[in-house]
């Protein structure tokens, strides 16, 4: 977790308050600091929330999270806003931030929301790295494969394929065991369950 | 003395090219008469002259012919006598006795220069003594002894110059004597001329008459004139010259007079021109002023109008039928006809007359004017800046008044949306201040309370946890306790920002500033205010006046919003807010109630709260600070609801001795 915040109190009372639900934070005193610790690689960058303060100097959360985007920052980034920035984090919200928390907050329904947006975040990641995977496993097939891996997912029996593709039901019993071997994948509905989730589709 | 004639006021129309048209035309009349009588009186002199001329001539004739016959009457007498006396001395030697005569030509010696017989044959130079005659006249006398013989008759010679100088002439008479038919001698006369006529004729027509011998070479004058009288045998031309100016004196003095008369009829003629000339200057100069006031009277968008003394509305211009929609001659009509009030006269202003007199006769009314409001003819009013003038005659006497009015309604709507936008402005202005005040103090309320707020949830988790020990906490609820000092000094701050102005009460009194307040307030189209006032002042409490009228200026402006909306529901004609004072024990109200849908019970526990508008588009601030203002007074609000109106009822209550 980061937390970004100009006032100290505010900043080591999330913190503390982020400690007692088992959550690790990091506390920056200004988005400009948090910036350029990113770009020297002192913060951590593994999958964590960041918490922004929409009022700051001298760098605005707005300003922050812009940069942010600009560096391609992958992980949910939430704005703390005070009475009368609810527009400016609505338009931040559209603009690509995870959500807003509008003051004063439930605190542990902050935290909640924060736990939840990492947990998305963390899901979000996981399947981004399989479908990764998948479609470079996906590359790797050759010609042949695909179209034997096409008519598998339409739903035709091997026998079916084989009059199709002009080939012998042995071979194309063959393809289909190299094509699960090198998808990672026990059966035809666990692949179609996987490439439908992650919205992919075969090519070619 | 009070005058019987009311001065005449009424509109002037002078038709001065009319005027002097039927002047001229009088004029001309008056000229060509005068030339008639100038004429007339020429002529007459001319005839009087004529006259005169004819009556000289016939005197002259008369006293011609007077003369004559006179004179041939005294001479015939003498021929008489001298026949008498040719008897006598053809009888006797001696010379006759002329004096035994008697008669006139005898009476005193001398009027008969000479007398003497000369017998027949004998020369009349020898007869005749040489002193009486000259040479030359020999031959006169000849001739006249041969008439008388010839001629039987007498004859006359001369006159003759005698043979003494110095002498007048004398006029010679014979008279022949016949003896059966026998000449025998003639008996001479001779009688001085001047002798002659001073005897023969009479002392009256001397005295104006001068009479002598002609002479040839005299010349006939105006006064003078030649009489010849014509005796046989020779003629005596006598030069009469009138003596004194005989001319008829009453026909030249009547026409003197009337010359006189006429004189002045042309002096009063010249002068009348002059006059009249001056006078049509004077009526070209009126009239042109009169055009200007009249282009003057056009061009203003003033109506103005004119009564006389009694009240009687005698002119209106074409501005003021034009501002109320009736055409001025219909609105004169009426007025003349007497039959009640003027239409566009709203009749509960009072008597239009006496509101223009007493505005006339106020000299702050005079200045800055009064305002009233008129009736157009569809029927919608029109507010108008009204300014009154006596009527004031050369002596100071009044004879009537003009009132012009200036149509402000424009004006008056104008200034009415300028204030409301002003009065928008302010509250927007109000409100964006407020949101400013409120989001810099949620801002700066917000970081303490926050930070507090994540302490204490952190804490808590920890306690729930049992993962903290009693050295840890000590610390976090010290930074706790820091916090809400922190939060409660912006408190601190905040408060004494809000009582920074302090209320300055003053004694007031309540009846002019409710009605000062109440008039002043703005209140929707159509809403009528009725106020509710004691005479006078009214009760007097002491007030912040400014609080007090944001307070009631607030309720009044509250009431006039909701007054319309309850009109359709509780039967009243029209929608009104009604401001009065009622007095309690020891405390006195300003109630304002109103025709509205009233405060419903539900809300009423709430109306006063901030922030609780049940208004669309209000901020819920106006009736909490009217209550404020009323505690700060030590006084109260209370809400009811009005008995009569059906709406809400407002009266702040302030005690009358604090």
Same mark, same amino acid.
Request: hydrophobic share 45%; charged share 20%.
């Given at each position: 977790?980061?937390?970004?915040?100009?006032?100290?109190?505010?900043?080591?009372?999330?913190?503390?308050? %982020?400690?007692?639900?088992?959550?690790?934070?990091?506390?920056?005193?200004?988005?400009?600091?948090?910036?350029?610790?990113?770009?020297?690689?002192?913060?951590?960058?593994?999958?964590?929330?960041?918490?922004?303060?929409?009022?700051?100097?001298?760098?605005?959360? %707005?300003?922050?999270?812009?940069?942010?985007?600009?560096?391609?920052?992958?992980?949910?980034?939430?704005?703390?806003?005070?009475?009368?920035?609810?527009?400016?984090?609505?338009?931040?919200?559209?603009?690509?931030?995870?959500?807003?928390?509008?003051?004063? +907050?439930?605190?542990?329904?902050?935290?909640?929301?924060?736990?939840?947006?990492?947990?998305?975040?963390?899901?979000?990641?996981?399947?981004?790295?399989?479908?990764?995977?998948?479609?470079?496993?996906?590359?790797?097939?050759?010609?042949?494969?695909?179209?034997?891996?096409?008519?598998?997912?339409?739903?035709?029996?091997?026998?079916?394929?084989?009059?199709?593709?002009?080939?012998?039901?042995?071979?194309?019993?063959?393809?289909?065991?190299?094509?699960?071997?090198?998808?990672?994948?026990?059966?035809?509905?666990?692949?179609?369950?996987?490439?439908?989730?992650?919205?992919?589709?075969?090519?070619? | 003395?009070?005058?019987?004639?009311?001065?005449?006021?009424?509109?002037?129309?002078?038709?001065?090219?009319?005027?002097?048209?039927?002047?001229?035309?009088?004029?001309?009349? %008056?000229?060509?008469?005068?030339?008639?009588?100038?004429?007339?009186?020429?002529?007459?002199?001319?005839?009087?002259?004529?006259?005169?001329?004819?009556?000289?001539?016939?005197?002259?004739?008369?006293?011609?012919?007077?003369?004559?016959?006179?004179?041939?009457?005294?001479?015939?007498?003498?021929?008489?006598?001298?026949?008498?006396?040719?008897?006598?001395?053809?009888?006797?030697?001696?010379?006759?006795?002329?004096?035994?005569?008697?008669?006139?030509?005898?009476?005193?010696?001398?009027?008969?220069?000479?007398?003497?017989?000369?017998?027949?044959?004998?020369?009349?130079?020898?007869?005749?003594?040489?002193?009486?005659?000259?040479?030359?006249?020999?031959?006169?006398?000849?001739?006249?002894?041969?008439?008388?013989?010839?001629?039987?008759?007498?004859?006359?010679?001369?006159?003759?110059?005698?043979?003494?100088?110095?002498?007048?002439?004398?006029?010679?008479?014979?008279?022949?004597?016949?003896?059966?038919?026998?000449?025998?001698?003639?008996?001479?006369?001779?009688?001085?001329?001047?002798?002659?006529?001073?005897?023969?004729?009479?002392?009256?027509?001397?005295?104006?008459?001068?009479?002598?011998?002609?002479?040839?070479?005299?010349?006939?004058?105006?006064?003078?004139?030649?009489?010849?009288?014509?005796?046989?045998?020779?003629?005596?031309? &006598?030069?009469?010259?009138?003596?004194?100016?005989?001319?008829?004196?009453?026909?030249?003095?009547?026409?003197?007079?009337?010359?006189?008369?006429?004189?002045?009829?042309?002096?009063?003629?010249?002068?009348?021109?002059?006059?009249?000339?001056?006078?049509?200057?004077?009526?070209?100069?009126?009239?042109?002023?009169?055009?200007?006031?009249?282009?003057?009277?056009?061009?203003?968008?003033?109506?103005?109008?004119?009564?006389?003394?009694?009240?009687?509305?005698?002119?209106?211009?074409?501005? +003021?039928?034009?501002?109320?929609?009736?055409?001025?001659?219909?609105?004169?009509?009426?007025?003349?006809?007497?039959?009640?009030?003027?239409?566009?006269?709203?009749?509960?202003?009072?008597?239009?007359?006496?509101?223009?007199?007493?505005?006339?006769?106020?000299?702050?009314?005079?200045?800055?004017?009064?305002?009233?409001?008129?009736?157009?003819?569809?029927?919608?009013?029109?507010?108008?800046?009204?300014?009154?003038?006596?009527?004031?005659?050369?002596?100071?006497?009044?004879?009537?008044?003009?009132?012009?009015?200036?149509?402000?309604?424009?004006?008056?709507?104008?200034?009415?949306?300028?204030?409301?936008?002003?009065?928008?402005?302010?509250?927007?202005?109000?409100?964006?201040?407020?949101? /400013?005040?409120?989001?810099?103090?949620?801002?700066?309320?917000?970081?303490?309370?926050?930070?507090?707020?994540?302490?204490?949830?952190?804490?808590?988790?920890?306690?729930?946890?049992?993962?903290?020990?009693?050295? /840890?906490?000590?610390?976090?609820?010290?930074?706790?306790?820091?916090?809400?000092?922190?939060?409660?000094?912006?408190?601190?701050?905040?408060?004494?920002?809000?009582?920074?102005?302090?209320?300055?009460?003053?004694?007031?009194?309540?009846?002019?500033?409710?009605?000062?307040?109440?008039?002043?307030?703005?209140?929707?189209?159509?809403?009528?205010?009725?106020?509710?006032?004691?005479?006078?002042?009214?009760?007097?409490?002491?007030?912040?006046?400014?609080?007090?009228?944001?307070?009631?200026?607030?309720?009044?402006?509250?009431?006039?919003?909701?007054?319309?909306?309850?009109?359709?529901?509780?039967?009243?004609?029209?929608?009104?807010?009604?401001?009065? &004072?009622?007095?309690?024990?020891?405390?006195?109200?300003?109630?304002?109630?109103?025709?509205?849908?009233?405060?419903?019970?539900?809300?009423?526990?709430?109306? +006063?709260?901030?922030?609780?508008?049940?208004?669309?588009?209000?901020?819920?601030?106006?009736?909490?600070?009217?209550?404020?203002?009323?505690?700060?007074?030590?006084?109260?609000?209370?809400?009811?609801?009005?008995?009569?109106?059906?709406?809400?009822? +407002?009266?702040?209550?302030?005690?009358?001795?604090?």
């Amino acid at each position: 977790m980061h937390v970004v915040d100009d006032d100290a109190d505010f900043r080591e009372g999330m913190v503390w308050l %982020l400690e007692s639900r088992g959550l690790v934070a990091h506390a920056w005193t200004g988005g400009d600091r948090f910036v350029q610790a990113l770009r020297d690689g002192t913060a951590a960058t593994a999958c964590c929330v960041v918490l922004l303060d929409i009022r700051m100097e001298p760098l605005s959360g %707005l300003a922050t999270f812009e940069q942010l985007k600009a560096m391609g920052w992958p992980w949910p980034v939430l704005f703390l806003t005070g009475h009368g920035d609810v527009g400016m984090a609505v338009a931040a919200v559209k603009n690509g931030a995870w959500d807003f928390l509008e003051k004063p +907050f439930q605190n542990n329904l902050l935290v909640d929301k924060v736990e939840a947006a990492r947990k998305a975040a963390t899901e979000w990641h996981q399947n981004e790295q399989e479908r990764l995977r998948l479609q470079q496993a996906l590359a790797a097939l050759s010609s042949r494969e695909r179209e034997v891996l096409r008519e598998v997912l339409q739903g035709h029996y091997n026998k079916n394929i084989a009059d199709h593709l002009g080939i012998t039901p042995r071979t194309v019993e063959f393809h289909r065991a190299n094509i699960f071997d090198k998808l990672q994948v026990q059966s035809t509905v666990e692949l179609a369950h996987r490439l439908g989730r992650l919205g992919l589709e075969v090519s070619g | 003395m009070p005058t019987a004639t009311p001065p005449d006021v009424d509109t002037l129309d002078l038709d001065t090219r009319h005027a002097s048209a039927l002047t001229r035309r009088a004029l001309a009349w %008056l000229v060509t008469l005068l030339l008639l009588v100038a004429t007339s009186a020429v002529l007459m002199v001319l005839f009087l002259r004529a006259e005169e001329v004819h009556e000289a001539d016939r005197r002259r004739t008369a006293d011609t012919q007077w003369l004559d016959q006179t004179m041939r009457f005294h001479l015939r007498r003498l021929e008489a006598d001298l026949g008498v006396l040719a008897l006598q001395a053809q009888g006797s030697r001696q010379p006759p006795d002329a004096a035994a005569l008697g008669g006139p030509w005898w009476q005193s010696p001398g009027r008969v220069a000479f007398h003497g017989w000369i017998p027949a044959a004998t020369a009349a130079g020898d007869a005749l003594p040489a002193r009486t005659h000259t040479p030359d006249g020999v031959d006169d006398l000849v001739a006249m002894l041969e008439t008388t013989r010839g001629l039987q008759r007498a004859a006359y010679a001369g006159p003759l110059p005698t043979a003494e100088p110095g002498q007048p002439p004398w006029l010679w008479l014979a008279v022949p004597r016949f003896e059966q038919g026998l000449f025998v001698g003639d008996y001479v006369a001779a009688v001085a001329i001047d002798r002659l006529l001073a005897d023969t004729l009479p002392d009256w027509f001397l005295q104006d008459h001068r009479v002598a011998l002609a002479d040839d070479g005299a010349m006939p004058s105006e006064d003078t004139f030649v009489a010849p009288i014509n005796l046989p045998g020779a003629q005596l031309r &006598l030069q009469v010259q009138s003596l004194g100016d005989q001319a008829p004196l009453a026909p030249r003095a009547f026409f003197a007079v009337a010359l006189v008369c006429l004189a002045g009829m042309l002096l009063a003629l010249a002068r009348l021109w002059r006059d009249t000339a001056r006078r049509q200057r004077t009526e070209a100069r009126l009239q042109t002023q009169l055009a200007l006031r009249n282009a003057m009277e056009r061009s203003v968008p003033l109506g103005l109008r004119a009564w006389d003394r009694d009240g009687r509305l005698i002119q209106v211009n074409q501005a +003021f039928g034009r501002m109320v929609g009736w055409p001025p001659q219909e609105l004169l009509r009426r007025a003349a006809d007497g039959s009640g009030p003027l239409p566009h006269w709203p009749a509960e202003q009072g008597d239009e007359f006496e509101c223009m007199r007493q505005s006339a006769s106020d000299p702050d009314a005079q200045q800055v004017g009064r305002e009233w409001q008129l009736q157009h003819r569809d029927g919608h009013r029109i507010e108008v800046l009204a300014h009154g003038a006596p009527l004031l005659l050369a002596s100071g006497e009044v004879a009537g008044w003009i009132g012009s009015v200036l149509d402000i309604t424009e004006r008056r709507r104008t200034e009415r949306l300028a204030a409301r936008q002003q009065a928008q402005l302010e509250a927007s202005g109000r409100l964006v201040a407020v949101g /400013e005040v409120a989001s810099t103090l949620a801002h700066e309320l917000n970081q303490p309370l926050g930070a507090l707020s994540s302490f204490a949830t952190g804490l808590l988790n920890r306690l729930r946890d049992q993962r903290i020990g009693y050295d /840890e906490i000590v610390p976090v609820v010290e930074r706790i306790e820091r916090m809400a000092e922190k939060s409660g000094r912006v408190i601190q701050r905040v408060n004494a920002f809000a009582r920074r102005q302090e209320m300055s009460p003053q004694p007031m009194a309540l009846a002019p500033f409710v009605s000062r307040v109440a008039s002043d307030a703005d209140l929707p189209e159509g809403v009528q205010l009725v106020l509710d006032l004691p005479p006078g002042d009214g009760p007097r409490v002491p007030a912040d006046a400014m609080l007090l009228e944001h307070a009631l200026r607030n309720l009044i402006v509250n009431a006039g919003q909701w007054a319309p909306l309850g009109t359709a529901t509780s039967g009243l004609p029209a929608p009104c807010v009604r401001v009065e &004072l009622v007095t309690d024990a020891g405390q006195v109200g300003l109630r304002v109630s109103d025709t509205g849908p009233g405060v419903p019970a539900d809300q009423a526990a709430t109306v +006063f709260d901030a922030f609780s508008s049940h208004r669309p588009g209000g901020m819920g601030m106006g009736l909490a600070i009217c209550r404020s203002i009323a505690e700060a007074h030590h006084g109260r609000i209370e809400l009811s609801r009005s008995p009569d109106l059906l709406g809400a009822q +407002f009266t702040l209550w302030l005690p009358l001795t604090p």
